[in-house]
């Protein structure tokens, strides 16, 4: 059985960092494509960053520059290290999985496995 477990998140003053973890279990991160999204209330749901199995890696346009996603092979866990962070990245932000397909996808539809989410909250 598939589980994801984010952790990390918290409250952060504006320009600050946090590293979020997504550890899995049931699965290798390093056989698949991997997502991390972000859902802000009345918002819909927003590709952040992703890592290929290749380990490159591919970012939403309001994260670039700051944002930073890697993987921990050892630890089978993906990172995404968050800097100078704004106010409007404040959302419940959520690690994913593409089970089939090599690509990576910014759409929520085409990831099969969520976690259950770690809220990031950044005061102005």
């Known amino acids: 059985q598939v589980q994801l477990v984010e952790s990390g998140g918290g409250l952060v003053q504006a320009g600050g960092s946090l590293r979020l973890s997504c550890a899995a279990s049931g699965l290798t991160f390093s056989t698949y494509v991997m997502g991390w999204f972000r859902q802000a209330p009345g918002k819909e749901r927003e590709f952040v960053a992703g890592?290929?199995?290749?380990?490159?890696?591919g970012y939403g346009d309001s994260v670039k520059g700051r944002f930073t996603v890697s993987r921990d092979s050892a630890q089978n866990t993906v990172l995404l290290q968050m800097n100078n962070l704004k106010p409007e990245d404040t959302a419940v932000y959520y690690c994913a999985v593409r089970s089939f397909g090599i690509s990576l996808k910014m759409v929520p539809s085409e990831y099969d496995y969520w976690g259950q989410g770690t809220q990031v909250t950044v005061s102005s």
């Open positions: 890592i290929r199995r290749s380990g490159g890696t």
